[in-house]
């Protein structure tokens, strides 16, 4: 009993001694939150939205703005050009013609016209017959301001406009100036004599590859009073494209060539010709007293197509009444 006694004193003592340190968990020992490992500092981005401070996430692609895909705008294209403003011509004077076919042309402005070379007088009147000089373009011809490219038969102006072109603003369907051959069969294949000349053995050709055209070709003569009637021939030959043999496609647009009379000062509606082939056109005028006539043709091709081209030949004059009839 003493010793158990014992025992107890001491278990008892030991208790006492510990009171101090806890075994086991307590609440305040567990903690509250969970530290962080480091400090992380955001970089700011480069496009901060409104005065908030915040920002957006940086484009991956740029985007269209609207207009890029707005219709684009298209001038529309007016019905009726204006009339030809014909440069004033010198004071007729009917000469004797050349005995050679002149290499040495006066310079003059490409545009301005040349007064013809009258090759006879004309007799009054003359009903049914024929009156244009050189109207089959046989009787040679001459250089314009020393254009070799630029060939003109004789009693014949040519003329034309260069730059701006107001049916279509575009700088590729600019006015250019064109090149022109007297051409007899030599000069074409077989299968394209009948096609091309219709009178005597030359036929007329004025074109442009890949460029907008507005030229014209008159004369002047000397006319008594009466109706007179103006026939012309021309082949248009308006060229979309060519296929790899050689073929034309014409040009599908009836807009890509015109033509119109003109008669001194005074100019005929535009005519839309059949692209391809040869027409035939004819304008009738009255002439009420004596006097030198400028008389021609105008011809426009408003768009720089694979070629803008025409071929003409056998023109006529005809005086279809008198004054008396």
Known sequence: MIRASIILALFLIILAGCQGTVIGPESSDIPTA?????????SPLAQPIGQSGQTAVPQTWTPETTSAFASPTIAALPSITPPLSPTPWPTFTATAPPTNTPTNTPEASPTSPVSPTLSATLPPNPSGVNILLNPSFEQG???????AEVQVPKNWT??????????DPDPWNKYVRPESRLLNGDFLPADEHELFIWDGDYTMKVFKGSGALYFWLVT??????????????VFPDMVESYSSGGGKKWASDPLS???RFIVNSEVDNW??????????????????QAQNVRLGVAFRGRWAIENNGWFMDDWSLTQIASPTQ
């Open 141 to 147: 011809w001459y250089h314009v301001s020393g254009y």
């Open 257 to 259: 060539g015109e033509l």
């Open 158 to 167: 040519l003329g034309w406009k260069e730059g701006g072109n107001p049916l």
């Open 220 to 233: 002047e003569l000397y006319l008594e009073p009466g109706s007179y009637l103006f026939n012309v021939n």
């Open 271 to 288: 005519i839309l010709p059949q692209f391809g082939q040869k027409n035939e056109f004819s304008h009738a005028f009255e002439v009420t």
């Open 34 to 42: 969970i530290a962080l490992a480091a400090t992380v500092t955001a």
